[in-house]
């Protein structure tokens, strides 16, 4: 317990953990509550409705080999998550993987990127900013990344993303 300006209020403590994909559907409300209000704001200016895909695509993308998730909740509640996989030997084409394999060339897009851990998404509940959480969620996801190699896209104009990424 905590007293503040007189009134006693409960500590929540933040856990971070690493999630099993046959785990995900615990906490898959929370996760696309979280991508709706991470990704609404700028610089994503994602529609909320982006969050209903999402959590589609999490549910395929959980399949994928070398899936692993963290999640971070206080009291119950998700409040931030990370997703990664390793990337396939035949590096995939769709998404932005075009333009990241031509702009690397297709030996250092193999030597680089195949078989590295591809860190997917990461978003925090902006009530949670500032923690540590992101940090927190990308170590635990990256923990075990083969040969220690992990990789990430981002957009440069999210300026947050890229001190966390830079931080860490």
Not at 85 to 114: H, K, M, N
């Amino acid at each position: 317990m905590t007293v503040k300006d007189g009134a006693m209020t409960a500590e929540v403590r933040t856990e971070v953990r690493t999630v099993r994909a046959g785990e995900l559907d615990r906490y898959a409300d929370g996760i696309r509550e979280v991508y709706a209000r991470a990704f609404a704001a700028p610089t994503w200016n994602e529609d909320p409705a982006t969050a209903d895909a999402y959590a589609e695509r999490l549910a395929r993308d959980a399949l994928r080999p070398g899936f692993t998730a963290a999640v971070a909740t206080a009291g119950g509640t998700v409040t931030g998550f990370a997703t990664a996989w390793i990337t396939p030997e035949v590096f995939p084409a769709d998404r932005s993987y075009g333009q990241v394999a031509e702009a690397l060339g297709p030996g250092r897009t193999r030597a680089w990127l195949c078989g590295a851990l591809e860190v997917n998404e990461l978003a925090v509940a902006p009530e949670a900013h500032g923690a540590g959480l992101g940090a927190a969620l990308l170590h635990t996801v990256t923990e075990a990344a083969p040969d220690g190699r992990c990789w990430l896209l981002t957009s440069v104009r999210a300026e947050a993303a890229l001190r966390l990424y830079e931080r860490t």
